[in-house]
Structures are given as structure tokens and as C-alpha cells.
Antibody
Framework: QITLKESGPTLVKPTQTLTLTCSFS??????????VAWIRQPPGKALEWLAL???????RYRPSLKSRLTITKDTSKNQVVLTMTNMDPVDTATYYC?????????????WGQGTLVTVSS | QSALTQPPSASGSPGQSVTISCTGT?????????VSWYQQHPAKAPKLIIY???KRPSGVPDRFSGSKSGNTASLTVSGLQAEDEADYYC?????????FGGGTKLTVL
């Protein structure tokens, strides 16, 4: 059974750095073709892809946010970490981590439940 | 990286078919056969229902089908059921990143 779960602060202040952790089970991030992504959704708005890390440590970022984002993985702990610097109220959103499978290529086949992050002073 | 364009809303009666469009560019939808569709019920995480334009993951009913022509992809839901009422998002690989559509709220009348 594949599961993913996001964890991190629910409230951050403007200008602070957000660190989110995705803990997963049921698959290995060392398997060829597998990747984990972060996707967010502001309240009442659309999904927005943020970043992705491949099994081989290749990393991809949303071009408009690239300077603020860092994605890393700890394969031994089955975790992926996203950091986002200089948080702003417009970054208030539910943040999801999701798996890109090797078979369902370029699609996100398993998602975490999401974690709501509010940016406010 | 502009969002893909979807109609904000769509509707149909039970048993009917409805098609949702997703328009991008030659750099995303038109350039790759990597369009996927997600269903999201209120306060729930999105669920993958179509990948690689027209493939269905195991367990997704064959009432859901996908297609693509040029820079526009489409999701068709046949034999509408009450539980199909949800938000639907398309997504496309764009070479080095992914882009989502603005979402379509499907109402079953």
C-alpha cells in the first residue's frame, strides 16, 4: 500500500522560510523512473506544480519560483523535503506531495492528504 | 509557465455525457503525450483518472476517457453519475516542469 503524508508548520510569518516534509511508504525513491513532487492549492483556487525530485536526484522547479525553492530527498528515511524562502501571504495554500510513478509516466498517481499552510503576521 | 485553459464549469444530467476541454500550447499539451486528468472532491486530495492522454489507472471506470488534438486535450465522462460531481484538473508535462489547468467544476444536474 502506497501512502504519502505531509508535515510541517501550519502558520508561518511573512519573510520566513517554510520547510515541509513528505514521508512516504510502499515504494522506493531509488527505483528507476520514480519521483516525488510538491503541488499546492490556494484556498478555492487551482492546483499549482512547484517542484519534483527524481530517483537519480535530478531536480525540477517551477520557473517562476525557482529562486525560492529547494527540494531534497533522504532515501533511507523515505522522505522528501521542500523549503520555500521569503514566504508571503499569497503563498497561503494546501501543500500536497505526490508520487510520479514509473508506469504512469509524467502523472501523479498517489497523493498525500495535504497540509494547509497559512502565511500571516 | 501559464496555466492550461479549462472552462470554469460544466454540467450534465445523470446518464448523459460531458466533455471538458484543456487548451495549452505546442510547448506543453501539443508537444508531449503526457496529459493527465485529476478528479478532486471537496476537501479531498486530487485523484488521477487519466494519464498519457488516454490511459486509465487501475480501478478508474471506463466511463472516463481522454483524447488530444493539437494543443487541446479533452476529458469525456460518459453515463454521468452523481458521484462524478467534482472539480477536474488537466495537467501537462512541459519539458522540464509541469503545468495544471485552472480547473472545471462539473455539476450533475
Amino acid at each position: 500500500q502506497i501512502t504519502l503524508k505531509e508535515s510541517g508548520p501550519t502558520l508561518v510569518k511573512p519573510t520566513q522560510t517554510l520547510t515541509l516534509t513528505c514521508s512516504f511508504s510502499g515504494f522506493s525513491l531509488s527505483s528507476t523512473g520514480v519521483a516525488v513532487a510538491w503541488i499546492r492549492q490556494p484556498p478555492g483556487k487551482a492546483l499549482e506544480w512547484l517542484a519534483l525530485i527524481y530517483w537519480d536526484d535530478d531536480k525540477r522547479y517551477r520557473p517562476s519560483l525557482k529562486s525560492r525553492l529547494t527540494i531534497t530527498k533522504d532515501t533511507s528515511k523515505n522522505q522528501v523535503v521542500l523549503t520555500m524562502t521569503n514566504m508571503d501571504p499569497v503563498d497561503t495554500a494546501t501543500y500536497y506531495c505526490a508520487r510520479k510513478g514509473a508506469v504512469t509516466d509524467a502523472a501523479f498517481d498517489y497523493w498525500g492528504q495535504g497540509t494547509l499552510v497559512t502565511v500571516s503576521s | 509557465q501559464s496555466a492550461l485553459t479549462q472552462p470554469p464549469s460544466a454540467s450534465g444530467s445523470p446518464g448523459q455525457s460531458v466533455t471538458i476541454s484543456c487548451t495549452g500550447t505546442s510547448s506543453d499539451v501539443g508537444g508531449y503525450n503526457y496529459v493527465s486528468w485529476y478528479q478532486q472532491h471537496p476537501a479531498k486530495a486530487p485523484k488521477l483518472i487519466i494519464y498519457e492522454v488516454s490511459k486509465r489507472p487501475s480501478g478508474v471506470p471506463d466511463r472516463f476517457s481522454g483524447s488530444k488534438s493539437g494543443n487541446t486535450a479533452s476529458l469525456t465522462v460518459s453515463g454521468l453519475q452523481a458521484e462524478d460531481e467534482a472539480d477536474y484538473y488537466c495537467s501537462s508535462y512541459a519539458g522540464s516542469y509541469w503545468v495544471f489547468g485552472g480547473g472545471t467544476k462539473l455539476t450533475v444536474l
